[in-house]
């Protein structure tokens, strides 16, 4: 089945800089990519996601890159907020009706 | 739109009785997801429906967990008997068939005592 790996599962950032989480899956037939982001004692929520005919898709501060090659795909935040303290998680599947496989997750602290 | 709906939120039990989870999906979703989620392994998938069918349980521990989605706005998810291991937070998500995002409920925290 599909493994995917998410570094690092700490990251602390100073606010206002950019932060970083990288996945890697193992499975070439994926091809849905989406990023939750949990608070404490609340449900995953969907940030972003890219699909595997889309090299980089942006939201405001938040982008995705995808390098279906290698097979990765990272998150990254740009002008960090208090706000953006939280758990992220990465996921995979193989399209829209699949059932996701999370990484472990990262721990974002964002450091007044 | 009132999202993915759970129930119960929290349940507390005890080791041997039979604890059953609800769902109901969001409105014109046609695929439910069943994930459990615990610090020792994360978010793991247990089932999911496509059109009230199940398609893949291949996540569903063991016999004691069984899932049923009788109609387009119901799934239940059942433990039976429940044992301390089962411990968990159960979380139903939801998606259409265009989009493909899935959207999470608020789950159900689960204790077994």
């Known amino acids: 089945g599909e493994n995917v790996e998410q570094h690092p599962s700490t990251l602390s950032v100073q606010e206002g800089d950019s932060a970083v989480i990288k996945c890697t899956y193992s499975d070439s037939a994926s091809n849905y990519f989406p990023w939750y982001k949990q608070e404490l004692g609340k449900r995953p929520q969907l940030i972003i996601d890219?699909?595997?005919?889309?090299g980089e898709k942006k939201d405001q501060r938040i982008a995705v890159t995808l390098n279906k090659t290698a097979k990765h795909f990272s998150l990254h935040i740009t002008e960090t907020q208090p706000e953006d303290s939280a758990v992220y998680f990465c996921a995979v599947a193989g399209g829209g009706a699949d059932g996701l496989t999370f990484g472990k997750g990262t721990h974002l602290i964002i450091q007044p | 739109d009132a999202g993915v709906i759970q129930s119960p939120r929290h349940e507390v039990t005890e080791m041997g009785q039979e604890v059953t989870l609800r769902c109901k999906p969001i409105s014109g979703h046609n695929s439910l997801f069943w994930y459990r989620q615990t610090m020792m392994r994360g978010l793991e998938l247990l089932i999911y429906?496509?059109?009230?069918?199940?398609?893949?349980d291949s996540g569903m521990p063991e016999d004691r967990f069984s899932a049923k989605m009788p109609n387009a706005s119901f799934s239940t998810l059942k433990i039976q008997p429940s044992e301390p291991r089962d411990s968990a937070v159960y979380f139903c998500a939801s998606s259409s068939p265009r989009q493909g995002k899935q959207f999470f409920g608020p789950g159900t925290r689960l204790t077994v005592l």
């Open positions: 890219i699909r595997s005919n889309v």
């Open positions: 429906f496509n059109n009230n069918v199940p398609i893949d």
